[in-house]
């Protein structure tokens, strides 16, 4: 019962604000897209969960029903939920329905293994809607699980632990599977179709993209940036 009221107030919501457009600073706009409660102040950080739809800035006994029913108790003590809520910028969006932002208004997107858990064209979507949003050189970047690496795994006998981590489904939220996996061939391809230009993969905390040696999380990623 838990599980369908989530999942009916999310698919509410999204339809409600489908076409929401987040305001941006008039100075430097950076966007983190798919955050989770991984989020930086200063940046606009975008997320379809519970947390972003109702998480109080003002009312900790909210923040603490929300603790309960999204299960950030397993990640997170309640202390640290509540703070993030509060000193953060976190935004409701299903990112399925494309990129809240006007475009070229932003001057940096970040978004850490979140493109996996849409099909490929919701993924396309994103790409897209993230091309559309940036300012010309713009930075883009991107973490998902390397489907090369699981590969390796694969031939190297590992198959029951590549299996769980890189195609693994969720018995509790349908918004942890994992539905499309890339390799560079197969992201780059799509970046380029988007528009995107200076397509490089780059090291873990490497690159041109601000705040990544705390956005920077899976060590064992696909890490790509690029410009618009």
Known sequence: MKKFLITVTLAFASLVYKKRKFNVPSKRAMANLGCGLHCLPGWLNVDGSLTALFGSRKFSFINKILYRLAGSSAF??????????????????????????KNNSL??????????????????GVITGCY?????????RILVPDLDFAMGMYKSGKTDEMLRSFFYTSDKYDFHMHKYNYNFKTLKERLEKAGFKSIKRVG???GNCPGIDFLDVYVNSLIVECKK
Do not use: W
């Open 76 to 101: 997170y003590s309640f202390s640290e939920y509540d703070e993030i809520i509060k000193g953060k910028e976190l935004l409701f969006y299903n990112l399925k329905n494309g990129v809240p932002f």
């Open 132 to 140: 559309r949003a940036l300012k010309p050189d713009g930075i883009f």
């Open 204 to 206: 873990f905390k490497k």
């Open 107 to 124: 001057d940096v997107i970040f978004t850490s293994h979140f493109l996996e858990h849409l099909n490929e064209n919701d993924g396309i």
